[in-house]
């Protein structure tokens, strides 16, 4: 693995980390098609908890396989692969090595009654597992937001401590946030900047909208003219939103839709300044020949070339 | 204990496990009359803490005696026994060696006033008593589902690192879910792959009906044409769910019924790929002579004999 | 102490304890006027936490003073002392060796706003007082039911490793039962089954009526023709109902009440194989030579001399 | 420090405590001008916490700073001053070994809206700042009564195994009691009872009422014909329900009053056999030379001279 | 770094501290313009998560990055720096030892939804960024006060036993307060000595109004004719409520405003003898030339210059 100067960039912010974790940071930014270009896509697959199996995966049946999924992200030339514990569990062996794994620590499902996720995996997990990273999924807004937030401060500590990286899936939802508000753009720029000051290395958000949830923001917006007119501008919002751009921030790419749109999206969100993408029902719910063609098209995009 | 190459082959799904694990499983898999052909029939008693001591014991009482237990499950040759804690201590040295036993963790009653159960075994007892297997009920949907689910993977990351195995029952109940949708074939199928994704080794979900009982799964049951149409096709969907096969799945016999009626499902278990069954009140409550008799039924069935 | 084959066929039932937990039940089973019948009578003062020291002792203001209660129970002869922390650390020293003591872990009282107990003793305080055992008490049916299981559990745990005795006190209440099922037939074997099925040691339990609580129960009881006519009758379906005599099940006293009653209560309870009984207010809320020759008439109905 | 008989009967009766505790028992019954005779008197300054800084140190403000009553404690002969940490920690160096201290574990304030406490100190903190006592709360009657409870249970567990003595605060208030009701003398000699049985060595009430709160004890006071007529019989059946004067009890001053009729009170308390006086607000926000001429008119008291 | 007698005084008031928190004390009080003056200021940058990112930095966009904060922390002077843990982790390594830094150890954020806040670092973060104090709010007042306190007694203990200095923000707010109680004089005295008795090193409260909130402190207040009638008049009662001075107190800036009145505030709180200020949005949403003036012109007030 040999490491650019762009990713050693990229690492010098990460200024209070241990060189473990920097070394896992590096596996991921080496990693792939966009190795050592500090751009990153990663394939999450957490869906079937989240929606159910065969919402996830009767589309493309070979996804019921766990080592579908990881074979398809090492095909693809992806930066990395994230999943809960069974699922990594189930091909931990096989590819152990071929591809970084991050390991989803917690979980919802749609049969939940409360806007919160359940812990389903362990820093110890993580370690034995060969992965390089964990996830966390936090609800801002939600009533369960606070004890989301102290579970996550404590596996950050702890997965700091023993050399691996802390991605933050920061998704607004619950409480006093409308439907609209879940994407609106200064809640998604508030969701970044929490991830960031929760000690994320990797912030996950979603694309955000022009909608602006809150009024107090809203004056400042207004005001201070802050240009949230077009999706790359509001991604450079959201990056500055991330410690001005010094943390990585990686956006997800919503549910299934066209190609076109979705390399449309992608182009914007480049052209804004994100880190990268992660991708997953968008891939793995295509037949596999299509799915590689859409990932090398996105990979492209972030390489310039597109 | 020669262990075949079928159940080599199981064991190589569980690839993140370490060889005490593995060697629970093989024990588990190689016992009785369908050791070595990766079925698997385990005798459970846990109705007596679930419904009470009449209910369960009164048909026939041999059943009063821990010791009966024990004794049913190694003449009728099946795979493992499991029971709570004080079931287990009462016969755990009499019978050390006779049979693999699996201590149930957590228990219901027919008192309780939540659908939750009361964490009544650790894994140090499981331990002590010369346990293979630990065994957890969740109940997916409701709303103790995530503590539950907490509860499991912090119980299950110690037994597996101590080289025990993991059962889940996962037992749909509660919250949004409909009487019907406990046993809907899209809520088992989800029940089953959330227990994979929790990390089970072996899965315990009810043999599903053809209600559907979620909208958004609906739609996705409809336009890919998963076929429900039979109880075969909804194990074989089940089946898939758990990791495309990559984990063993029995089915639990549920209610009391004719003999008649329960090998004509078992037979459609088998059809469907199932690895076996779990069958409690079916087999204790009658004369153990008629037991005997009904579990060679069974067992003869999953060798492909009946 | 000599330990006859009567009290060490009992200890064979205890097939998962260590030596040291079995000495213990031997130290209990050996002492006293009952010593090596197989019989016990215990001495319990928790009532002072209960329902307040007035109620309990002003009737017989001796007993405000701890060193009364060991004393009465050493010189009647009775198997043990069980009692709330303070009260044991009063005399512990003075009485130490004297009789087998038994912590009582947990304590309601009467301005208690819920059904529930407080923990108010540990394993720790238990071995620095020299106690052969620990008192638990669950209430089943209660909405703190399950946390109370959980606590008995991991003290139960940790009592069995030190070498203590384990006794639970199994009392229905709250919830959905009503104020006559709290003692039926049903209720209470339930109750017992499950105080063995959480590894009791000793169980106590409430001498039940011939009222059936739950309608899923009668009809079992009603088909089964289970015996329920008479109070010798009703016990013998608690102990069998205790993993089929396997596990040691003692009766208390109720409130106060006169003598002739009493021991006839106790025929009944010897005639249907109770391991013996639990007597406080009504022996220590007599005049001391009262409470002894009560003790005396009861300890020789158990001993088959009345 | 020489110890006089008096006080080693006392410590007898603290049978089950290790030498360290009993030392520090001694040094508070062998401390200030009460030395030796059995007696005792602590100032307790916990006021500001609960009433606030203006409430409790503008009638005199010398009392805003610490040292005023560590200074005042030391003057007045006193046997020992109680207060949270912050206070303490303002003086622990400065009046190191002047006089015993107890750490008030826990504290509310009259902002609160529950009946309950935060614990604002540790068992480490008392040793530290060479605690020989640490004083905890509980308000028997309040639906956070179960857990105040297991709070102090904990620590006591931990205080008595490093050698510090245990004060309970038993205040009744809350849940289904009057206001009356929290100074009746059944629910105060209640309230003493319990925390006799928790495990403490000094408790502290206040000084009962003959009203009488529940029915079921009314009919016992009533049918024993406890004597509640007067403030002393009311004391001397507090200290009855102290393990028959096994517990040290001391009884707090409550408002401010004056001096005749706190000096009547005082001795009421001294003839009904009291162990001592807690007197907080009715010393230090006095004049200090006022408060000194107080302290001592109520140590002669106790001393048997007035 | 040369300890004047002035810093010495006052270290001596934290007489229970060891050497190790003594020492970052001393640091604090030796850095910056007001080093060995006896006086602080402090730049605090929580804003972004409390606020979010656009209405703490649009204003002045370089405060988007956590670098800008920390220069001008250091180029205006301050004594110290306080932020939450990302944006202390992501310059602590380019400003390791170039000014003192306080870990926030909680946070809120306007989605919240109750009156609390999330623990969002550990005594082990602020270790090993090479923090001098860490710091915590309470809200007295809030339904979740209780659990607030025991959190920072908590943390407090472990600060103190490595070293670190204790910071409290104690901001009443929710429960049965007002929104004009939330500055009432007899609440942020009452704030400050709660926060003194928990143990803070340094208390950070509000500048009170006149208004007085409770209504038996009223009765105090103006019976002891305590006065209140001057904001340096309130600070002075603050300060004694603050164990007659033994406490440094710094009082925040509130919401933005102008130069002039801000610095009026400030000498306001100088002649009242508050030991410096907590300057946040007042500084670093102007230009930095700006605030640099500013930051220097309430500097040289506390240095008695203005």
Sequence with gaps: MRVHQRVKRILRHYESDNPGTKANLARILTHGRLGNTGKLVILP???GFE???ARSFAPNP????PHYHY???IDAGLSAFAAPLGLLEAGADTFAGAI???LKLNSSNSHATSKDQAITGSIGDALRLGCSAVGFTIYPGSDDCFPMMEEIRELAEEAKSVGLAVVIWSYPRGGNLSKEGETAI???AYAAHMAALLGAHIIKVKPPTDHIEQEDARKVYEKQGVDISTLSARIAHVMQSSFAGRRLVVFSGGGAKGTDALLDEIRALRDGGASGSII???SFQRPREEALALLESVIDIYRGKA
């Design 45 to 47: 697959v957490d869906q």
């Design 100 to 102: 970084p794994t991050i």
């Design 186 to 188: 200064d809640v998604t």
């Design 62 to 65: 070979d996804g019921y396989d």
């Design 280 to 282: 997953g029902r968008n």
């Design 71 to 73: 074979q398809l992200a």
């Design 51 to 53: 929606h159910g199996p």
